[in-house]
């Protein structure tokens, strides 16, 4: 089974039934797999902060929501996470491409990357780091975790996890 | 008319409908007119009253109203393309254009001056993109509601504030107690 499988499968599993994406070169097989899935109601956003807010009315709108989005986008959305997601305590399952980390072959995406983790700490926001393709392993946990205690949960997912960047 | 006042005439229009209010003094006033379970509030977070206003319109079947400021939408610009995209016909965005930022001291802003957000919404792709002065809000919202149509209102008012105090319930209140109403 591909690993992009894998995890909307793992979605699916956890009734996540709305998902916005934001595009990554990384992502590119999960966001096919979450358009293709008739389970899931697929919302691509312009901005990260738009897809937060699109996912803080869908739950409570009764649908379990989740973002599919790059790490740059932590910068962006700091604002959003504090005010909406956290503040109203909301759930809300971030699975981002870890950009700019080993095999990286764009030098600004380092700059985010090297802030990545620090952002997230600083944030308090439960933070797992997919490396191997075994890690995936705990999404299944993860999400059942980032429901139960309704906070927003990033699930850092770096090149090494999805293979390399091949010939780029 | 400033806003308050288009608030206070459209609140029982509201009252029996999901709003989803914009951050600062649209919120606050809203409270004080007719705090109930089926408003959301927004304590922070500007821009993003639309985008939540959809999540939920397609999440659920009630009818769902967001009432925004042409300088949150502003902010947002990439909601509407989204929201063209994704058609809820439960789903009504209201526009108070009064052409300034209100809640920070009415600087003006660009809806103010060249820009159209009803030419915007209608190039984006919204299909029932509808500009109303503000003694007609009322009636505009009202059919809009009963078109059981995807509708953008831009309703077009003077600047001006009153003064009222912060809203002082728990974020986690106003969540609850709204999803408990959208759940009901």
């Given at each position: 089974?591909?690993?992009?499988?894998?995890?909307?499968?793992?979605?699916?599993?956890?009734?996540?039934?709305?998902?916005?994406?934001?595009?990554?070169?990384?992502?590119?097989?999960?966001?096919?797999?979450?358009?293709?899935?008739?389970?899931?109601?697929?919302?691509?956003?312009?901005?990260?902060?738009?897809?937060?807010?699109?996912?803080?009315?869908?739950?409570?709108?009764?649908?379990?929501?989740?973002?599919?989005?790059?790490?740059?986008?932590?910068?962006?959305?700091?604002n959003?996470?504090?005010?909406?997601?956290?503040?109203?305590?909301?759930?809300l399952?971030?699975?981002?491409?870890?950009?700019?980390?080993?095999?990286?072959?764009?030098?600004?995406?380092?700059?985010?990357?090297?802030?990545?983790?620090?952002?997230?700490?600083?944030?308090?926001?439960?933070?797992y780091?997919?490396?191997?393709?075994?890690?995936?392993?705990?999404?299944?946990?993860?999400?059942?975790?980032?429901?139960?205690?309704?906070?927003?949960?990033?699930?850092?997912?770096d090149?090494?996890?999805?293979?390399?960047?091949?010939?780029? | 008319?400033?806003?308050?006042?288009?608030?206070?005439?459209?609140?029982?229009?509201?009252?029996?409908?999901?709003?989803?209010?914009?951050?600062?003094?649209?919120?606050?006033?809203?409270?004080?007119?007719?705090?109930?379970?089926?408003?959301?509030?927004?304590?922070?977070?500007?821009?993003?009253?639309?985008?939540?206003?959809?999540?939920?319109?397609?999440?659920?079947?009630?009818?769902v109203?967001?009432?925004?400021?042409?300088g949150?939408?502003?902010?947002?610009?990439?909601?509407?393309?989204?929201?063209?995209?994704?058609?809820?016909?439960?789903?009504?965005?209201?526009?108070?254009?009064?052409?300034?930022?209100?809640?920070?001291?009415?600087?003006?802003?660009?809806?103010?001056?060249?820009?159209?957000?009803?030419?915007v919404?209608?190039?984006?792709?919204?299909?029932?993109?509808?500009?109303?002065?503000?003694?007609?809000?009322?009636?505009?919202?009202q059919?809009?509601?009963?078109?059981?149509?995807?509708t953008?209102?831009?309703?077009?008012?003077?600047?001006?504030?009153?003064?009222?105090?912060?809203?002082?319930?728990?974020?986690?209140v106003?969540?609850?107690?709204f999803?408990?109403?959208?759940?009901?």
């Amino acid at each position: 089974m591909s690993i992009s499988k894998k995890i909307v499968d793992d979605f699916v599993a956890n009734d996540v039934s709305f998902i916005t994406t934001v595009p990554c070169k990384q992502l590119a097989g999960v966001i096919d797999e979450v358009e293709a899935r008739p389970e899931i109601f697929h919302i691509p956003s312009n901005k990260e902060d738009e897809g937060m807010g699109l996912c803080a009315g869908a739950f409570m709108g009764g649908k379990r929501p989740a973002i599919i989005m790059q790490n740059t986008a932590i910068g962006v959305t700091i604002n959003t996470l504090a005010t909406l997601t956290q503040f109203y305590r909301m759930p809300l399952p971030m699975l981002i491409s870890y950009r700019g980390e080993l095999r990286e072959p764009v030098a600004c995406q380092v700059e985010m990357a090297v802030h990545t983790k620090a952002l997230l700490a600083q944030m308090h926001i439960p933070t797992y780091h997919f490396h191997k393709e075994s890690d995936a392993d705990e999404l299944d946990a993860i999400l059942k975790y980032t429901f139960m205690c309704n906070k927003p949960v990033a699930i850092l997912t770096d090149a090494s996890f999805w293979g390399g960047y091949g010939d780029q | 008319m400033i806003r308050s006042e288009i608030l206070r005439e459209i609140a029982p229009i509201l009252n029996p409908h999901l709003v989803v209010c914009n951050i600062g003094l649209p919120s606050q006033e809203l409270h004080m007119i007719d705090d109930n379970p089926r408003n959301f509030y927004m304590l922070g977070t500007m821009g993003l009253a639309s985008s939540i206003g959809l999540g939920l319109a397609l999440a659920q079947p009630k009818t769902v109203i967001s009432i925004d400021g042409d300088g949150s939408v502003l902010t947002n610009l990439g909601t509407l393309p989204t929201i063209a995209n994704n058609v809820a016909d439960n789903y009504i965005l209201l526009i108070i254009d009064n052409g300034s930022y209100g809640s920070t001291g009415d600087q003006p802003t660009y809806a103010g001056k060249k820009t159209k957000l009803e030419a915007v919404a209608a190039a984006c792709g919204c299909e029932n993109v509808v500009t109303c002065q503000a003694e007609d809000t009322g009636k505009t919202l009202q059919a809009a509601i009963d078109s059981k149509k995807m509708t953008i209102i831009v309703a077009k008012c003077e600047s001006g504030n009153i003064k009222l105090p912060v809203i002082t319930k728990d974020p986690v209140v106003i969540r609850d107690r709204f999803m408990t109403a959208v759940a009901d």
